[in-house]
């Protein structure tokens, strides 16, 4: 008798990394409070240098690209949900698990900072005064997170790692060895362009004010870029981004590092 061979399962086993769709979702709250913050501030609030570099090419609609902008959330939210919907399912509880984390992440976040920069024995980080508070402020600035997250992430991350594995390939190298090589240049690359990003160097080319170099604070923001990175590649888009935005929050409230 000829034996029976096991059905396949009907589902496959899921990947490490969380789908971007319920990561997208799970992180919506965040670009929404970006937009309240906008909103409220009036035409003339300060925005986002991720969000008008991720959404320049909507420059030509002019002042109708706040709507556009608008619109293309809501309309990736639809798409994500019905994605969703269409395969493993939309899962509330898995959506709130990874806010949950994140906000633990977020938490979690400063104190791993400082013990990071105690122990790359860095230049000790200059405290300047406060920023002025308000409401409108901390909305944006916790709602710039995501855009910063989907900017540096899920772009120059998974673009570095497509890019550095392709080379690595076309070299002759194969196997676990490319995969983890590509895996730890993206998540450098990625990171060190986070770093530069803040600079005053970059942002006046963006049209805003950054900071200027400073030894201690670039080692603090690319270890905040590894951390935040591995978070991505870890838990995915959500956790990476609430921890972001959580932390964000933290200096909004308490003290503004320069």
Do not use: K
């Not at 061979?5 to 990947?15: G, I, L, Q």
């Amino acid at each position: 008798m000829t034996p029976v061979r096991p059905a396949a399962p009907a589902v496959a086993p899921a990947s490490g990394t969380p789908r971007l769709a319920a990561g997208y979702l799970a992180t919506l709250p965040l670009f929404l409070a970006y937009e309240l913050g906008l909103a409220v501030s009036g035409p003339e609030a300060a925005r986002s240098s991720a969000e008008r570099l991720a959404c320049a090419v909507l420059a030509f609609l002019g002042e109708h690209a706040s709507l556009a902008r608008q619109g293309i959330l809501v309309a990736l939210a639809v798409v994500a949900a019905v994605r969703l919907a269409r395969g493993p399912g939309l899962d509330a509880r898995a959506l709130a698990r990874a806010v949950g984390l994140g906000i633990l992440a977020g938490v979690l976040l400063g104190p791993l900072l400082v013990l990071l920069h105690g122990w790359l024995g860095a230049e000790p980080l200059q405290v300047a005064d406060p920023a002025p508070r308000s409401l409108p402020r901390v909305l944006r600035l916790v709602g710039a997170a995501p855009w910063e997250e989907a900017l540096f992430r899920v772009g120059a991350y998974s673009g570095a790692y497509l890019v550095l594995r392709r080379l690595l390939e076309f070299f002759g190298l194969a196997g676990r060895a490319v995969q983890a090589a590509g895996e730890l240049g993206a998540l450098l690359v990625s990171a060190v362009l986070f770093a530069l990003f803040h600079l005053d160097l970059v942002q006046t080319h963006l049209g805003a004010r950054g900071e200027p170099y400073h030894a201690g604070l670039f080692a603090w923001r690319l270890s905040a870029g590894i951390v935040l990175g591995g978070l991505f590649r870890w838990q995915g888009l959500a956790v990476a981004a609430w921890a972001h935005a959580l932390f964000n929050l933290g200096l909004a409230l308490g003290i503004a590092l320069l």
